[in-house]
């Protein structure tokens, strides 16, 4: 239950309870406007009925030929409103948006290989594990899981325009690249 | 461009690329030897100039460049990087504007033109040269760049009322006449719509939304199903638009929210036309919703949340209901998503209840247990907790009864500790919201009592839940606010560090460091924290200035309308930011008590606060950040804590920026007409006919809404100024050289630095008025100097004794740093006075010795406070003053909290109150001994 609308330029001003979280960066203005500025249908806010933003999600569609996708960049949920599904009614718009309009073959993420909850949400949404790129995330100075606190799973669905899910392929875990060979 | 030349200037760029700009300037001398006449080594040195903050001497590079009028590709991208440096917008324009008049078939310098029009803002011109563009080079996009220019000069705050349907109605002209129908893109269907809804042609849009396509964007594009909801809702089709969201409940198994509140609008939309009908229809949802709860179950709350919108809309219309119905549904929701964090907020709208409802939701969630063994436990008492606060009469807030809440609350937040214990520190704990209950409890005492031991104990309390909880910004937020109000800013400036304010946040987050910041500032006695925390802040709007354009040209280029009156929004409120120029007035007020007076300074200053003045602001703060769980009746959290519980807003500006205005004004030879002349760079926009009056009589005024945003002391310190600034400017006034004068020297300056002569002035001649004399006008009387200038130093010191005994020195600091500040506004209105021969000419010799007893009387007041803040300051950070700070948090010192926890934070406070009171008192004396002679 919250209302899912586009995300416009002014919620910056509004943002904070999500952005003060510590898994959420604030990035320069230009970050966000040069994305709503290519990808706008590929940005969406959760809000709550007396008007507080729950959530946002901001994607881009990138990648040529068979590897055209649509990408999330970041999502976020306010600590408050965690476990209520939203992040997932914001993948579902992600996803609508770059099969139907971007037309593209899969849509990926990158998540941090410690982070079991959010990749047990995405393989419920049907993603799974494409490779694990090298020393993809920051140290954050937590450092009790090692390596995997900085490695990312780049994790994939296929869209309707994969039928075959040539996009997929079920020894991801085990494909090694470094941060070098990603976009 | 030559080969050769290629090879000579590639070094130029790299050394700009790489921020050498020394080095580009040498190549550039080099080049220039051989070939004094290459456009584009000139205005690549300019552009070094320009960055190694060479202004004069680029200008007069630029100025050549331009006169030449380029139309070489480099030299354009260069010229327009140099006077973007140069804040010369409108010249850009131009640039381009002559460039595309010598090449009209040059499309890439027509769209250049276009987008530097953009740029500026200048939509009008915009306008035309799209059109141009269209008719030239026939292409699809020019003609969507007109129109989006036309709907954009109709929105901006300069163009008429009278002219904005115009434009509108310009707009739909040229769409219409678009060979490829809108619905080409989702943003071109989405601005056509929103044409089309402001000329109210409701039918139109609604023909282009029915369409199959039409329907095909809204199903998704969020931007265009928003513009639809608005217009079947503008046209009234409430009914219409209830039955699609039916349909998309039920069959797409959609849960936005919006959909339920339009299926809920279009029940009620004929309750005065047909009652029963209504009644009818009511039951009929209501029957759909509970389906959807039944069916949903735990998985999504919009059914449930639903249900309770219908039964408050009903009782609202006054519609035949089961009495018990609302509350029965409220307690309902609370069984059922009683243990998620946001059961409280979407109660919220629903709780405010009276008599019978109001004592049996009471009685039902003091019947929720309150053991904290599980997670869902925890929860659950939280939010009983935070509903029943919610609804306290005034009889339930007496001391007793908040610190039994207090103590509860605090009790049960130490042992729901153990339920986080093995969380990672980046977790948050999930007792947190317990302490953070605890902190209101123990402000909310506070506020009865007004015994700060009760702050006391919500620091310790708030600090031990910090340690516990690092990544919590709320209980952060809290005790930023609550080191303020106890005099205590290095703490805050702790907290408010950890929370990694960055970006944006510098702007809406800002006022938790800044409000009434100058207090706190101990500039005077080295300390410059405070200010370079304002300058490194500040950097969010000259980025903003540099790079919003920029996205709004991309806009444009990838044709996404829909985002660009967005994106100038969003610029204009981020330039014309009140936190902006509240902090901007806050460092002024730093700055003056860290450098001495001196006429750069007041001219700098001057300039300034004159923009800032012709400001329409936009208040971005963020409040709503502040967590709020106090009872309804009371104050909010954010407005009890603000120090000395106001906020500082339009009418603070105005007030404080009044008295600036006028007092640099006074004091520095720059008038209009000079200003005109020395600025470089754009001037802000000016919004015709939003001031009728002139700035001297804007001045002047004070209205009684302004000063009540004032503080009593700050109020009596704009009196002093209002006083002080009366009686001397007729001198000054008189004694200012005219404009002539002043232009000859600055010309002369000028060409000692640069050895050019100051471009555009032509100066007179200047026999007989050199010494500044105004014969023709005769001089003002000098008067006797007014009692208040001396009797505020008496009044405001006798507050000082006052306040001095409480035991947080925000109060003492705030009158110390007015008395400090009067003494400064003092020696800057009459540092014109100073030069002997101004006295001679005009004789003043009687004005100018009754400032010497002002004076003298103002710099003992002042020293005087500063040695009791040092004296203060030796009683704190004292085993003494600890163990009364340990010994009044014996509310919270239980179990985990223990003594020596307690112990650390009353070192930290004490020790604070001890830094922030000996500066001060120091750096006052630095400020009497700056000015003692």
């Known amino acids: 239950m919250s209302v899912l609308r586009s995300f416009k330029a002014t919620d910056m001003f509004t943002f904070n309870n999500i952005n003060l979280d510590i898994w959420t960066e604030t990035y320069n203005v230009g970050f966000y406007l040069s994305y709503l500025s290519r990808w706008p249908d590929l940005c969406c806010v959760q809000e709550s009925p007396n008007g507080r933003q729950m959530g946002y999600v901001i994607g881009k569609a990138e990648g040529s030929n068979t590897e055209w996708h649509g990408h999330v960049t970041a999502i976020s949920v306010a600590p408050e409103y965690r476990r209520l599904s939203l992040a997932r009614k914001m993948m579902t718009l992600l996803e609508m948006v770059s099969d139907n309009i971007y037309r593209g073959y899969f849509v990926d993420l990158y998540v941090r290989c410690t982070n079991n909850v959010a990749i047990e949400l995405y393989e419920g949404l049907g993603y799974s594990v494409y490779r694990r790129v090298r020393e993809y995330y920051g140290n954050l100075g937590v450092g009790k899981g090692g390596r995997d606190e900085e490695d990312a799973f780049d994790m994939r669905k296929p869209l309707s325009r994969d039928p075959g899910r040539r996009s997929v392929r079920t020894n991801g875990r085990d494909m090694l690249v470094s941060a070098h060979d990603v976009p | 461009m030559s080969s050769a030349l290629d090879r000579q200037v590639r070094p130029i760029y790299d050394a700009l690329d790489t921020g050498s700009n020394k080095s580009a300037i040498v190549t550039c001398n080099k080049i220039l030897k051989k070939q004094p006449k290459n456009e584009l080594v000139k205005a690549l040195k300019a552009l070094a100039l320009v960055r190694s903050q060479k202004v004069e001497e680029s200008l007069v590079l630029c100025d050549e460049v331009l006169a030449a009028k380029p139309t ?51 939509w009008k011109s915009a306008q035309q040269i799209a059109t141009k563009l269209y008719k030239t080079f026939q292409e699809d996009r020019y003609l969507y760049w007109s129109v989006m220019s036309a709907v954009l000069q109709a929105n901006d705050m300069s163009t008429s009322i009278a002219m904005r349907p115009v434009l509108y109605q310009l707009a739909n002209r040229l769409i219409s006449s678009s060979p490829t129908p809108s619905f080409h893109s989702a943003d071109r269907f989405h601005l056509h719509l929103s044409i089309l809804r402001e000329l109210k042609l409701y039918d139109e849009a609604m023909k282009l939304l029915d369409s199959e396509i039409g329907i095909h964007i809204c199903q998704s594009s969020l931007v265009c199903n928003e513009m639809r909801r608005d217009i079947y809702r503008l046209k009234g089709l409430l009914i219409e638009e209830g039955k699609k969201a039916e349909i998309l409940i039920t069959e797409k198994k959609d849960r936005n929210w919006l959909e339920f509140l339009s299926v809920i609008d279009a029940t009620f939309s004929t309750v005065d036309s ?76 629903y709780v405010h209840l009276a008599g019978d409802d109001l004592s049996r939701w009471t009685s039902f969630l003091q019947s929720v247990p309150s053991t904290v063994t599980t997670t869902n436990e925890l929860q659950r008492s939280t939010n009983s907790h935070k509903l029943l606060r919610h609804n306290l009469a005034q009889s339930d807030l007496t001391i007793e009864a908040e610190l039994s809440r207090a103590t509860l609350y605090t009790k049960q937040y130490l042992e729901g500790l153990q339920l986080g214990k093995d969380l990672p520190t980046t977790e948050l704990q999930p007792a947190d919201d317990l302490a953070i209950l605890a902190g209101h409890a123990f402000i909310s005492l506070w506020v009865l009592s007004n015994d700060e031991k009760y702050l006391l104990n919500a620091v310790s309390l708030l600090e031990f839940a910090s340690s516990k909880s690092k990544q919590s910004f709320r209980i952060r937020l809290m005790l930023i606010r609550l080191y303020r109000i106890l005099g205590a800013p290095s703490p805050a400036l702790e907290h408010y560090r950890a929370m990694r304010i960055k970006q944006i946040q510098n702007d809406t987050l800002s006022h938790f460091l800044f409000s009434r910041s100058s207090m706190f500032s101990l500039a005077p006695s080295g300390d410059l924290t ?29 044709e996404k309308y829909s985002q660009i009156p967005e994106f100038i929004s969003f610029e204009n409120r981020l330039e014309c930011s009140l936190q902006r120029d509240i902090s901007k007035l806050e460092h002024t007020r730093m700055r003056l008590a860290f450098e001495p007076v001196s006429v750069d300074i007041i001219d700098m200053e001057l300039i300034e606060s004159k923009f800032i003045f012709d400001r329409e602001h936009f208040d971005n703060r963020d409040y709503k950040v502040m967590p709020n769980y106090q009872p309804r009746i009371q104050q909010t959290l954010n407005e009890q804590t603000l120090l000395f519980g106001k906020s500082e807003g339009l009418g603070w500006l105005w007030s404080f920026l009044k008295l600036y205005v006028r007092a640099f004004q006074h004091g520095s030879d720059l008038d209009e007409t000079v200003e005109e002349k020395l600025l470089i760079g754009d001037r802000p926009k000016h919004i015709p006919n939003a001031h009728h009056c002139p700035l001297k009589e804007r001045l002047h005024q004070r209205s009684e809404e302004e000063l009540l945003e004032l503080t009593p002391h700050e109020l009596t310190y704009i009196r002093y100024a209002d006083v002080l600034a ?38 007179p001649v200047l026999d007989g008025i050199s010494n500044g004399h105004k014969k023709d006008e005769e001089a003002p009387p000098v008067t006797e100097a007014p009692a208040e200038l001396t009797t505020f130093f008496d009044d405001m010191k006798a507050r000082f004794e006052k306040v001095k005994e409480q035991s947080s020195p925000t109060e003492a600091l705030a009158v110390a740093c007015l008395m400090q500040e009067a003494l400064i506004l003092f020696m800057l209105e009459t540092l014109r006075f100073k030069q002997a021969s101004v006295v001679k000419i005009h004789k003043l010799g009687n004005l100018v010795a009754s400032f010497k007893a002002i004076r003298t009387h103002a710099l003992a007041a002042v020293r005087d406070v500063s040695a009791q803040l040092v004296k203060m300051s030796e009683n704190e950070g004292t085993v003494e003053q600890r163990k009364i700070i340990v010994d009044s948090c014996a509310e919270v010192t239980m179990s985990e909290l223990d003594h020596d926890f307690v112990l650390n934070v009353a070192k930290k406070l004490s020790d604070a109150r001890k830094k922030v009171l000996e500066g001060y008192g120091k750096g006052m004396l630095r400020v009497c001994t700056l000015y003692a002679n």
Not at chain 2, 292 to 304: P, T, V
Not at chain 2, 736 to 748: D, G, S, T, W, Y
Not at chain 2, 749 to 756: F, N, V, Y
């Open chain 2, 274 to 349: 047909d009652k029963d009908a209504t009644i009818a229809e009511c039951s009929r949802v209501k029957d759909l919703f509970t389906g959807i709860m039944e069916n949903d179950g735990k998985r999504d709350r919009s059914g449930l949340l639903a249900l309770l919108e219908l039964e408050k809309r009903c009782r609202q219309y006054g519609l035949p209901t089961d009495s018990t119905r609302m509350v029965d549904l409220i307690q309902q929701y609370f069984e059922k998503i009683g243990d998620k964090a946001c059961c409280f907020e979407d109660l919220l709208p």
């Open chain 2, 72 to 122: 070489d590709d480099g030299v354009l991208t260069a010229m327009m990087h140099v006077l973007r440096g140069l804040g010369r917008h409108r010249d850009t324009v131009v640039m381009f504007e002559d460039a595309f008049k010598k090449e009209p078939t040059n499309e890439d310098l027509g769209a250049q033109t276009f987008l530097s029009n953009v740029r500026a803002g200048h």
């Open chain 2, 726 to 763: 009366d009686w001397l400017e007729p001198h000054h006034d008189y004694v200012r050289p005219p404009p002539a004068v002043v232009l000859a020297e600055a010309a002369k300056q000028t060409e000692l630095k640069t050895g050019h002569p100051l471009k555009g002035i032509e100066l």
């Open chain 2, 530 to 558: 405070l200010m370079s925390e304002y300058v490194e802040a500040s950097q969010i709007y000259i980025n903003n200035s540099q790079d919003t354009p920029e996205f709004i040209v991309r806009a444009f280029t990838s």
